[in-house]
């Protein structure tokens, strides 16, 4: 007899904003217009802000200032909206205590990113996470894998290990394949709930169990990727075709370099002076800010 697949529950939500952190002239976190931009993405279809995270610049941002911008999106967002707090570190000691402070913040979940650099094995993987899950056990979780930029990867079988921490409810996949979500589906099982990791996968991994997706490109195409889920879901699968072909130049060109440097550049160009990261991060060069221009007049049209 043939299994039926069975849906996950969707914890945070489909459609997350890996929020930029924005910065004034002077280099320095701009908390207002944080607390500004968190509200219009909500506003453009966001069912939930992820803060400090790879997009918000986490590694060269202090730990006062990510509890600043934790608080300020909080308050901005109001309590129906779902926050959650990048809290991952290649030291689990810090870790743990950012986790902790993320709950005594009111978020409602964390995102704890795979230590980077140490290049930890499965067990040691293992045992980073079970630390975290421990240290605020009411706190729901979001794993975090992508490999490209932490130099190992979380396997699916260590997934399935750790879900028996009752707080380990989703996962981000950021690994560039379908095939991590079927795995992850397979030795997990349907209460893991797996967000996608990247934009330009969002509809192949909802048709092979993802729930959604954690963007990058909501902070310009928000109501548009809102409309490609809701179709999928409804049984329009060529209407949501239709809006993944419609958003890949745009996909592309937000990752034609190192990420948030396009991002800041689109939000730039649509009115919002969220500053240039921060180094060793550079702005995006004039190339490209002009074919992005390009993309993104495009897309007013239609």
């Known amino acids: 007899m043939n299994s039926v697949a069975v849906a996950s529950p969707t914890p945070f939500g489909r459609l997350l904003t890996a929020m930029v952190t924005p910065f004034d002239d002077q280099g320095v976190v701009d908390l207002a217009l944080a607390g500004r931009l968190a509200r219009h993405l ?41 926050v959650l707090a990048g809290t991952g570190s290649n030291s689990t000691a810090e870790a743990v205590e950012a986790t902790r402070e993320a709950a005594a913040a009111g978020v409602d979940g964390a995102l704890v990113v795979v230590p980077y650099y140490n290049k930890p094995p499965q067990d040691g993987l293992e045992a980073h996470f079970r630390a975290v899950a421990a240290s605020a056990s009411d706190l729901p979780l979001m794993l975090y894998n992508i490999p490209g930029r932490t130099g190992c990867s979380l396997e699916p079988s260590t997934v399935a290990k750790l879900m028996e921490c009752s707080n380990v409810v989703s996962f981000k996949a950021a690994s560039g394949t379908t095939a991590e979500v079927t795995q992850l589906r397979m030795q997990c099982g349907p209460r893991l709930a797996i967000y996608s990791g990247d934009d330009g996968l969002l509809l192949p991994m909802l048709s092979v169990g993802a729930v959604g997706v954690v963007s990058v490109a909501s902070h310009v195409v928000g109501r548009r990727l809102k409309a490609m889920i809701d179709a999928y879901l409804s049984g329009q699968c060529s209407v949501a075709l239709g809006y993944h072909e419609q958003l890949q130049p745009l996909f592309k060109a937000l990752f034609a370099t190192t990420n948030p440097i396009p991002v800041k550049a689109a939000l730039e160009l649509n009115g919002w002076p969220v500053g240039p990261p921060r180094k060793p991060l550079l702005p995006l060069n004039s190339e490209m800010k002009e074919q992005l221009f390009t993309i993104l007049s495009a897309l007013r049209q239609t």
């Open 42 to 82: 909500v506003d453009e279809g966001s069912d939930g802000i992820v803060v400090c995270g790879t997009t918000g610049e986490s590694p060269t941002l202090s730990w006062e200032e990510q509890h600043q911008l934790i608080e300020t999106v909080r308050k901005a967002v109001g309590p129906a909206v779902k």
